[in-house]
């Protein structure tokens, strides 16, 4: 299997940007554009238009405080496109200027944002297609999750509708499946799987094919051939 070529996968993930960003010149904003539209093509991919009967799909994104949250905004902006219907609950915005800029593109699509999540779990079953899950990445750290996020968690253990989480699930350890995180049906790893994507089950896609030849080889990454121009891979 693919994945970060040992255990110090936090670590390495982290690594492998900060050379983008440093020494191969690509801009935080462009890193997570390009993992923000690769998700929704995979979304479109695992849900496509036509299975999801004649109403346009809405799709529920749920953004966290840190990077994978922007990563769901530009996900929801780009499915916006894709002619699905997202809604996004984004709890504690980011003072970020960058994440701020992804907040009012996704505004500016008149992509409605909740105020609050309903914990009614019959509610987001009854007015969702699909939940993103765009929560907790792999720079979370488990023990110290708090509200809103750790009630979150518990509503989307609940729901009976389909979650696709982007780059790994909410609530596992990057090493290993947590049973405290969430049991999405389709994830969509970023770069290169985490460890803990050996565990699981669903619909497996990995967007990363910008990546420099000379990272790949430097960290033994061990990608596979990615179809024709696609620009991620079902796994």
Same mark, same amino acid.
């Given at each position: 299997?693919?994945? =970060? !070529? ?8 982290a690594?492998?940007?900060?050379? /983008?960003?440093? %020494?191969?010149?690509? *801009? ?19 849900y ?9 799909p809405?799709?529920?994104v ?51 944002? =909740? !105020? ?13 297609? /699909?939940?993103? %899950?765009?929560?907790? *990445?792999?720079?979370?750290?488990l023990a ?22 982007v ?38 896609f ?30």
């Amino acid at each position: 299997p693919c994945h =970060l !070529s040992n255990d110090r996968v936090k670590g390495e993930a982290a690594a492998i940007e900060t050379e /983008l960003l440093r %020494d191969y010149r690509f *801009g935080q904003q462009q890193l997570i554009e390009i993992w923000g539209h690769a998700c929704a093509i995979a979304i479109t991919k695992a849900y496509p238009l036509s299975s999801m009967g004649k109403k346009q799909p809405t799709v529920l994104v749920i953004c966290g405080p840190d990077q994978n949250g922007s990563i769901g905004l530009v996900c929801a902006r780009h499915l916006r496109i894709f002619e699905y219907e997202p809604t996004i609950y984004y709890p504690k915005r980011s003072s970020h200027s960058l994440h701020q800029d992804f907040t009012v593109q996704c505004e500016k699509m008149d992509i409605p944002f =909740l !105020s609050y999540l309903p914990t009614e779990v019959q509610l987001i079953n009854d007015a969702y297609n /699909l939940v993103i %899950d765009a929560i907790l *990445g792999p720079e979370t750290d488990l023990a110290n999750v708090k509200e809103p996020y750790s009630g979150i968690l518990v509503t989307l253990k609940q729901v009976k509708i389909p979650i696709a989480s982007v780059d790994m699930p909410s609530g596992w350890d990057v090493e290993e499946a947590s049973q405290d995180g969430i049991h999405p049906e389709v994830l969509i790893s970023l770069t290169a799987p985490k460890k803990c994507a050996t565990s699981f089950s669903g619909k497996h896609f990995l967007a990363g094919r910008f990546l420099p030849y000379d990272i790949q080889k430097k960290y033994e990454l061990n990608l596979p051939e990615y179809p024709g121009t696609d620009c991620l891979i079902e796994l």
